[in-house]
Each structure stands twice: as structure tokens, then as C-alpha cells.
């Protein structure tokens, strides 16, 4: 299973990106599905995640600005990001737990990362 990641870059503050990470390889289903991001110096942590339900959830960093979605039928994950601030600068990973053929274990895969950088 490898994840590509796709939408990163360089912003202004108040601005907006959207970013995408799809699933490809032989997947037999996945389950949850997620963004991290990694500050330089810093672990790396949770942005959100969704169910394969669509149930969410959100940093609070990110409430209200952010919004997962995924795309079932393409193996895809989504965040739009709102509102931009320099403190979301960081490298953006996507997660996700798959299984690859039927009745198989869910594994964890992670993408490459992707940079995003906020400009105040």
C-alpha cells in the first residue's frame, strides 16, 4: 500500500490549501484514515482523522478552520485548510490502516509528507 500525498506548499497567513492523499496497491479495505503534521523540533501529532463512517475529529488547534473528507470509492483523504497561520507550518502525513486482502490484519501505512509552509 503506498499513500501519495498531493495539495502542499507555500501560503500567506489567512490563506488556504487543500491537500489529498490517495491510497493505491492492493487494498482490500480501509479503515481509518488521517493527517499528522511534524513541526521542526517538535513530535509529531494529530491533525484529524476520519472513520470509514465519516465520523471526525480535530486538534483543537484546528477546530473550526480544517476539514477532513474521504472519498470511498477512491481510496482518498482530504484537508481543507482555512485561515492559515504560521504556527501550521510544518510537514503534513497522511495515515492510514489498511487491509490487504480479506480477513487480513489492518496495518498502519504513512505517506512521504508533504511541506506546508505559512508566511506571516
Known amino acids: 500500500v503506498q499513500l501519495v500525498e498531493r495539495g502542499g506548499g507555500l501560503v500567506q497567513a489567512g490563506g488556504s490549501l487543500r491537500l489529498s492523499c490517495a491510497a493505491t496497491?492492493?487494498?482490500?479495505?480501509?479503515?481509518?484514515m488521517g493527517w499528522y503534521r511534524q513541526a521542526p523540533g517538535k513530535q509529531r501529532e494529530l491533525v484529524a482523522g476520519?472513520?470509514?463512517?465519516?465520523?471526525?475529529n480535530y486538534a483543537l488547534s484546528v477546530k473550526g478552520r480544517f476539514t477532513i473528507s474521504r472519498d470511498n470509492a477512491k481510496n482518498t483523504v482530504y484537508l481543507q485548510m482555512n485561515s492559515l497561520k504560521p504556527e501550521d507550518t510544518a510537514v503534513y502525513y497522511c495515515?492510514?490502516?489498511?487491509?490487504?486482502?480479506?480477513?487480513?490484519?489492518?496495518?498502519?501505512?504513512w505517506g512521504q509528507g508533504t511541506q506546508v509552509t505559512v508566511s506571516s
Open positions: 476520519i472513520g470509514r463512517g465519516g465520523t471526525t
Open positions: 496497491g492492493t487494498i482490500f479495505a480501509i479503515d481509518h
Open positions: 495515515n492510514a490502516d489498511a487491509e490487504t486482502y480479506y480477513g487480513g490484519d489492518f496495518k498502519d501505512y
